[in-house]
């Protein structure tokens, strides 16, 4: 369903993604896993086509990203890093104007509305201005954006950041029940979500790929995620040496 | 265009959630009633004893009262549209959700002309104030109603073409008081350039004892500079349109502005396929 090939995103001289390639099946709960400022939230803004690829070709649904971004767009649900929002709108009416801009068919439009408010858990807030509510909040109306017009492509970068334990419990449990019929591409820093949640597991660091592959299991003996995570990434600097990548640093 | 729509009733709404669209619309209104107010009683002052302001009968109706404030108004739109203007693209960018807005399944035409249009509904907000202080003025001597329609459409023509620049800058700019400020100053220096350059000189500036050859070639630069700080500025091409004098030249010149701002917005936007490639 998201295939990546071969793709690099430079800044300048810098190279944020460095030729990485891999694909992810349909209906696949895919954990994107990396240390700080190793490239996650920059390949996601590729894959999404809010900053184009500087080489590399990426794929939605057989869509190339550069040649039919409104096909890939009208597949993808994104909740990006910082979960910007419009803080003047109240909740419902931001959910409003997205399922006007998804073109969701307006007599379907109260329903679908319902349908995220009620699984993200915002019905309380329904009518409440975005920019009075807590991160959490946020961060849930942020991801009913997402889901709206129940794309088959989620792209989350970090869902569960400032959520509180419930949430998390919460967000996690609905992200699971998205597999099998949604490709979900998690971007996280906490592994053991990735161990609760997904399927497989892509790690990159620095910019370069370092790990694809399923997620181990530790009853099998492979060793556990954070073995895993620490060994690639450690690897990875060996063979490299230095290199500069700050993806944080740098606004696209 | 359901789309457009869908971008330009948002952005609509969201001036009038914030005071940005009542304090636009309300400053408006209270300096052009004022501007209205001043120049009727400044003219009713000289049309009673018209020799002791210089004039030798009574000045004419249209072109002592009406059209100076027509004209007015569009200035004091030059100074007001960068309120309208600086939060189009530069919050978008400044809040972060340009990243959202760029990947909802919309295209670069609906984003520009959906905020556009959004901006243009706010320019035809503040016309009705026109339209009644013209209404007013024909009760004191008839005016006809094709010259009303087009006094203010000369001043919608003007916002026109401003809100297109101001839209530019937006879209250039990271925040919004960096597009405001900008907006207002190019604004400010269109103006001062237009006033300046009615005041220059029309012969040539060259010596006369020069060679004749070199007079000619600055007095041709002279001229083109003349007539790009008479021509160029927004206010210019208004002065005739609000006496009535239809001329395809003035229209062209608005419209023509705003398409090469729009078409600028639309590059700004784009250039993010290629900055940083």
């Keep these: ?252 | 265009m359901n789309r457009i729509w869908t971008v330009c009733r948002r952005e609509f709404i969201s001036y009038f959630q914030t005071p940005v669209g009542y304090v636009a619309l309300g400053v408006y209104a209270l300096i052009c009633g004022l501007a209205f107010v001043l120049s009727l009683f400044m003219y009713s002052k000289v049309s009673i004893q018209p020799p002791a302001y210089g004039y030798t009968s009574i000045p004419n109706f249209g072109e002592a009262l009406i059209s100076p404030y027509l004209v007015f108004c569009g200035i004091l739109f030059m100074f007001l549209s960068p309120l309208i203007t600086m939060r189009l693209l530069a919050e978008e960018r400044n809040r972060g959700t340009l990243e959202l807005l760029l990947t909802w399944p919309l295209t670069d035409r609906d984003i520009v002309f959906g905020k556009y249009l959004a901006a243009v509904g706010m320019l035809l907000l503040m016309m009705p104030v026109l339209a009644l202080h013209l209404f007013l003025a024909s009760w004191f001597r008839p005016l006809e109603p094709a010259a009303i329609a087009l006094g203010v459409a000369t001043v919608v023509l003007m916002g026109l073409a401003l809100l297109s620049l101001g839209m530019f800058i937006s879209a250039i700019s990271r925040s919004q008081v960096v597009a405001g400020t900008l907006t207002f100053g190019v604004n400010l220096v269109m103006y001062i350039a237009g006033n300046v350059g009615e005041k220059l000189p029309q012969r040539n500036p060259a010596p006369e004892g020069w060679p004749e050859a070199l007079r000619r070639v600055i007095g041709g630069v002279w001229e083109l500079f003349r007539g790009l700080l008479t021509q160029l500025p927004l206010d210019a091409h208004a002065r005739d349109l609000t006496l009535g004098v239809l001329r395809p030249h003035d229209i062209a010149y608005y419209l023509l502005f705003a398409a090469f701002f729009l078409f600028l917005t639309f590059r700004a936007l784009e250039s993010r396929h290629w900055r940083g490639k």
């Design chain 1, 1 to 252: 369903m998201i295939e990546v090939v071969e793709m690099t995103k430079r800044y300048g001289p810098l190279r944020a993604v460095d030729s990485i390639t891999f694909t992810i099946p349909k209906g696949r709960i895919t954990g994107f896993l990396g240390p700080n400022g190793a490239g996650k939230s920059t390949t996601m803004r590729v894959i999404t086509g809010f900053t184009p690829a500087s080489e590399g070709i990426v794929r939605v649904a057989d869509f190339d990203v550069a040649s039919h971004p409104l096909e890939v767009k009208r597949r993808i649900g994104y909740l990006p890093e910082h979960v910007p929002l419009y803080e003047e709108m109240t909740v419902s009416g931001f959910l409003g104007f997205v399922a006007g801009v998804k073109q969701i068919p307006r007599n379907e439009r109260r329903e679908e509305i319902g349908r995220v408010i009620e699984r993200c858990g915002l019905t309380a807030m329904a009518r409440r201005i975005i920019g009075n509510l807590s991160k959490g909040y946020r961060q849930r109306v942020g991801l009913a954006q997402a889901l709206l017009g129940n794309p088959p492509v989620l792209i989350l970068d970090e869902p569960t950041v400032g959520l509180d334990p419930r949430q998390i419990a919460e967000v996690r449990a609905m992200i699971k029940a998205l597999g099998g019929e949604h490709t979900v591409l998690l971007s996280t820093h906490i592994l053991p979500e990735v161990v609760m949640v997904c399927d497989s597991v892509i790690i990159i660091h620095r910019g370069r790929l370092v790990y694809d592959g399923a997620v181990p299991d530790v009853q099998s003996g492979s060793g556990s995620l954070e073995e895993l995570f620490m060994r690639a990434v450690a690897a990875d600097v060996s063979d490299r040496g230095e290199r500069a990548t700050a993806e944080e640093e740098i606004e696209p």
